[in-house]
């Protein structure tokens, strides 16, 4: 599905982590008239940056109090957007959503980064939200597809291309 197929919900919630990217994403939203709203992790996402958009402070480990800002805000679209590190258990507090969903959260807990932030996303999705990646909201910011440059690939670098993919 590319963006022109999606038909995104104005505003768009970004939960966000660190770093530049989730900035990028809320201008590209803008530059299309689509309003971004931010539930900033508290601790991770720069303060300073997302002063210039709407947006809530949210600890990690509040997942009812994220639902219901999210849905005071209209957003029904939302994008997990910018770095993150497990943060320690004693840097989590805990809310009554959470602990209500803890069954789904600590069988996420047992793969990897992308099995847990998965399991996550799967927990917003039977709640009604939908998620949603940068190819949906910033196609922007992506690179376009094929070669860059005038050079081919050779075979050997088809080879390598192909097992990329798979």
């Not at 590319?2 to 590209?28: E, K, M």
């Not at 109090?65 to 993150?84: A, H, Q, S, W, Y």
């Not at 004693?90 to 959503?97: A, K, N, T, V």
């Not at 969903?101 to 932030?117: E, K, Q, T, V, Y």
Request: glycine share 10%.
């Amino acid at each position: 599905m590319t963006h022109q197929d999606l038909a995104l919900s104005s505003p768009v919630g970004l939960i966000a982590g660190g770093g530049v990217l989730p900035f990028a994403v809320a201008n590209s939203l803008l530059a299309r008239n689509i309003t971004p709203v931010f539930f900033a992790l508290k601790g991770i996402c720069d303060p300073a940056a997302v002063t210039r958009f709407k947006h809530h402070w949210v600890p990690i480990g509040q997942l009812g109090r994220l639902k219901r800002l999210m849905r005071g805000e209209n957003c029904r679209d939302l994008v997990f957007i910018g770095t993150l590190v497990r943060p320690a258990l004693s840097e989590i507090r805990l809310d009554w959503g959470t602990l209500r969903a803890m069954r789904h959260i600590l069988s996420a807990f047992r793969g990897g980064d992308d099995h847990l932030l998965t399991g996550i996303g799967r927990i917003f999705e039977q709640d009604g939200f939908r998620l949603l990646g940068i190819k949906d909201v910033a196609p922007d910011l992506l690179m376009p597809a094929g070669s860059l440059t005038r050079a081919r690939p050779d075979a050997y670098a088809e080879a390598d291309i192909a097992k990329g993919r798979d």
